[in-house]
């Protein structure tokens, strides 16, 4: 005849209530693996349905659940079934609501996260506390009788085989706690050299006293109680005082009358055991100090993204407790425009790639608005994926820096432009107050003759004109130099006319230059944009090199113009100064080209020049902020990263560029007509 518990395990009807489906999962898998058969259930309401719909051996219950918690969950299966055995399954209990469930009826509960070790060991006491509480049926005759008693014959022989090989500690003692039985494990734990020598003896002949005491007291008591001692973990010494981790289960053998005639006990060598799991709490805390001291924002997410934990730092930033956080999910903190983000992230992580960032905009409890960029991965047990932890930090003021620092690095692009804009326009000013004080002295010139004539009109109008006036109007002319002025005059109205038009052209590009900071993206002109930035620039390039501009027919590109022309212009007063370097101290100029074209959904815009190029070394630098290779007061560093951050960032572009030492550099910006609608931003998080 088998063991009745272990017939009973393979056969048990398990029902598990938690209202995670990751739990449940993960324990149908286990049990199911295990031969048992397991339903489950959401709620504490569905799972006493479940109950009225059939028969269960014991159930797994969740403790903190939403509408019936474990406790009135537990109560409404009893009241269906009072023999049916509960194990709560918390992550979160304290010690004194776990006592509080083991005595309104548990028989046990497990701690989340769980050991399969620990399950097997939760669901084999249940069910033996179930069969101990069963009513066995009568014998029917002798013959089974005797039957049965042959086979305890064989069961006995082979458990004393048994008994003597097994690693684990086993004894037999009397209702005076005196060994009766011992196997060699538990002698080697005495140490004696034989079983026989602990026959007859307690644990005071064995152990110090201290230690003894303890063992001969927790004995005496299940004698007179009857109740067994399961898994009870202590430290003893053994007989050579080396300090040990004990696991030792007794239960109190009884007669037919019921009463107790001694105890059979097995003990295990937890030692190593204990080393781990200390080692393992070190580890744990070690993280939970790093979790809750870390500076950034650190939460975890089941599947479902609803928040299983965030610490100090997040609910200093939304105002959230941790434990209120639990209650809640990241739908509910994340802006509705930035759901489809999350939903994205989650699908990347899941479809295995590693590097993935999350930006999104959350709601803090008191309303405010919170910008947040994270790095998510995947938490794996068992090697599935259970869930997803991020770090993440407040950018909330990012934006607006960004901002500051480009409108920062534009005022210094203007200052560093100024004489040179100053110097443009100078020049057509100058020659236009030339051409306006000789057409004023012009005029007075004109306007003597203009008397002489009137004069000399009035005189033939009276018959009074004589060869004298005649001839003073001619010594006028002459001395006004008439024609000169006739063929000079028309010249210096058209120059001032070009000198004015020059002026406007230049303060309407650096009108459109300096567009104020748009704070939304609109469309736009970009060769209009291209050929303000190449007017605003002149000075820079003029002197060293030509600028052969082939601007392709573009659509309206939705964007910053403002931050484009930035771009713009850093490309340019770069690839002026590259020339420089080659040109410098000879009457050569280099050549700059600037290319525009439309590719599909995309415009790409090519600035080259024919300067030094960049050296090998530098090629993966010229992205950093601060990295610079000009002479100090000439760069900051920042003109490239601004760039790049533009491009990349903002509008969801590429900036890329190939260089030839001594022979140039080409940048090529790459931008979305519509970035809403372009293929990178659908692979952005």
Same mark, same amino acid.
């Given at each position: %005849? ?57 159930? @797994? ?15 409404? #299966? ?62 029917? +005759? ?20 048994? %008994? $003597? +090989? ?65 898994? +009870? ?23 037919? *009358? ?11 060598? %937890? ?44 609910? *200093? ?37 590693? $590097? ?34 991020? @770090?993440?930090?407040? @950018? ?42 000789? #057409? ?8 003597? @003759? ?23 109007? *001619? ?35 650096? !009108? ?21 930035? #190449? ?44 020339? +420089? ?39 993966? !630098? ?20 601004? /760039? ?14 190939? /260089?030839?030492?001594? !022979? ?22």
């Amino acid at each position: %005849m088998g063991d009745t518990s272990t017939a009973l395990a393979a056969s048990a009807t398990v029902l598990v209530i938690d209202d995670e489906p990751a739990v449940c999962t993960t324990l149908r898998e286990m049990l199911k693996a295990d031969g048992h058969a397991v339903v489950t259930a959401a709620s504490g309401k569905e799972g006493v349905g479940q109950l009225h719909r059939q028969h269960f051996d014991l159930a @797994i219950v969740d403790l903190l659940m939403p509408e019936m918690n474990g406790l009135q969950t537990m109560a409404g #299966l009893k009241e269906l079934d009072p023999e049916l055995e509960v194990i709560f399954l918390t992550g979160y209990a304290s010690v004194e609501t776990s006592v509080a469930a083991l005595k309104q009826g548990a028989c046990d509960y497990l701690l989340k996260p769980f050991t399969m070790m620990r399950v097997r060991s939760a669901i084999a006491r249940a069910l033996d506390l179930r069969r101990q509480n069963s009513h066995r049926e009568p014998l029917q +005759n002798a013959e089974e009788l005797a039957r049965l008693v042959e086979e305890l014959a064989q069961e006995r022989d082979l458990l004393r085989i048994l %008994m $003597d +090989n097994l690693p684990d500690a086993i004894y037999f003692k009397d209702s005076q706690c005196r060994f009766t039985r011992i196997n060699a494990a538990h002698a080697r734990l005495l140490g004696v050299a034989d079983s026989s020598e602990a026959i007859g003896k307690t644990d005071l002949d064995f152990f110090p006293r201290e230690d003894a005491q303890r063992f001969v007291a927790t004995e005496r008591n299940i004698i007179e109680t009857g109740r067994p001692l399961i898994g +009870n973990l202590d430290r003893i010494s053994d007989a050579t005082g080396k300090p040990r981790w004990v696991s030792i289960t007794e239960v109190p053998v009884k007669d037919a *009358q019921g009463r107790v005639t001694g105890i059979v006990g097995v003990a295990r060598d %937890m030692t190593e055991w204990k080393a781990t799991v200390q080692e393992l709490r070190d580890r744990e805390e070690r993280y939970r100090e790093l979790f809750e001291n870390a500076s950034d924002v650190v939460y975890t997410t089941d599947l479902e993204a609803r928040i299983t934990s965030l610490n100090r730092a997040g609910e *200093q930033i939304l105002g959230y407790t941790d434990e209120e956080a639990i209650q809640t999910d990241l739908w509910r903190l994340v802006v509705p425009k930035h759901w489809d983000r999350v939903k994205r992230c989650h699908a990347q992580l899941l479809a295995g790639e590693s $590097d993935v960032r999350l930006e999104i905009e959350l709601t803090a409890k008191d309303g405010r608005l919170v910008m947040m960029e994270a790095n998510p991965r995947l938490i794996f047990k068992d090697r599935r994926p259970v869930g997803v932890q991020a @770090i993440g930090r407040d @950018i909330t003021g990012r934006d607006a820096a960004e901002v500051e620092l480009r409108h920062t690095q534009k005022m210094e692009s203007v200052g560093r432009l100024a004489s040179g804009i100053a110097h443009e326009i100078n020049t057509p000013i100058q020659f236009v107050g030339d051409n306006t004080r000789f #057409l004023q002295e012009s005029f007075e010139s004109f306007q003597s @003759i203009l008397s002489k004539y009137q004069e000399l009109r009035s005189a033939l109008a009276s018959g009074t004109a004589n060869p004298e006036l005649l001839a003073e109007v *001619q010594r006028v002319e002459e001395e006004s130099d008439c024609a000169y002025l006739m063929g000079e005059v028309p010249q210096a109205l058209t120059q001032t006319l070009e000198g004015v038009d020059r002026v406007a052209t230049i303060v309407r590009a650096m !009108k459109e230059f300096a567009h104020p900071e748009a704070k939304e993206m609109a469309a736009t002109d970009l060769n209009r944009a291209l050929q303000s930035t #190449l007017t605003v620039a002149r000075n820079e390039w003029k002197y060293v090199a030509d600028v052969e501009a082939d601007f392709g027919d573009l659509p309206l590109v939705v964007c910053i113009v403002g931050d484009l022309n930035q771009v713009f212009l850093n490309l340019l007063v770069n690839a002026a100064h590259a020339i +420089n370097e080659v040109v410098k101290g000879t009457f050569e100029k280099g050549k700059i080209r600037v290319r525009t074209r439309a590719e599909g959904t995309t415009v790409l815009v090519t600035i080259s020049d024919t300067g030094c190029g960049i050296p090998e070394a530098n090629r993966t !630098k010229v992205f950093d902020p601060f990295f610079t290779t000009k002479e100090v007061g000439r760069g900051t560093g920042q003109g490239l990263a601004i /760039s790049r951050s533009v491009v990349v960032d903002r509008h969801k572009g590429t900036l890329t560029f190939e /260089s030839e030492l001594g !022979k140039g550099t080409t940048f090529y910006v790459r931008l979305p007509i519509d970035p809403a609608e372009s293929s990178q931003e659908m692979k952005a998080p």
